[in-house]
């Protein structure tokens, strides 16, 4: 058995822009992979981080424990069902753009519907930085980078950092 081995996807890499495919039936792979998923996560010291970060097209989320998760936690087929006001703006980061910090502005709170890692179906109300990290990692899965939340003119300012990130990391 060749084991694959996953490593992190950075700025412009087009896996970043694609609408990752729902997992109809979780097979042990899948498991396996989740916990992969996890542990890059932890490995690069994040709170959230999405299967296309590591090359992959699951739609699979992990999220680290942010309050009030008191672990880390894997969502698959996540799905935002409403979004709870107000609009508040946050500075984010994110593994696949290493240095750059944006500020973003969501809604506060999400309900979301989606399988834990039993492939069980839940449903859970996140408030404050568990619905910022949400957000923006099931953005992920649809192919949404943080940059796609920002103006244009602010992506302006921005392009050098991006092009330094794609030089250094996809170099
Ligand atoms: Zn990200």
């Given amino acids: 058995m060749n084991k694959k081995t996953y490593n992190l996807i950075y700025y412009d890499n087009p896996i970043l822009k694609i609408k990752c495919k729902r997992i109809e039936k979780l097979s042990g792979e899948d498991v396996e992979f989740a916990n992969i998923l996890i542990n890059l996560m932890l490995k690069y010291d ?8 590591i090359g992959d ?9 942010v309050d009030p998760l008191k672990s880390p936690a894997i969502f698959i087929n996540p799905t935002i ?6 609009i508040v703006t946050f500075e ?15 809604p506060e709170g999400i309900i979301v519907e989606y ?3 039993n492939f069980k179906k839940q449903t859970l109300e996140a408030h404050q930085l568990l619905a910022r990290v949400l957000q ?34 996809n170099g």
């Fill in 81 to 86: 069902i409403r979004f709870l006001e107000p």
């Fill in 46 to 53: 994040g709170i959230g981080l999405a299967a296309n970060q």
């Fill in 136 to 169: 923006h990692e099931i953005d992920h899965i649809n192919g949404i980078r943080f940059i796609d939340r920002i103006p244009e003119t602010k992506l302006e300012n921005i392009t050098s950092v991006l092009e330094s990130i794609n030089r250094r990391y």
């Fill in 57 to 65: 097209n699951r739609c699979i989320i992990a999220i680290g424990g």
């Fill in 92 to 106: 984010e980061g994110c593994l696949s753009f290493p240095k750059l910090y944006l500020s973003i502005d969501r």
């Fill in 115 to 117: 399988y834990d890692i």
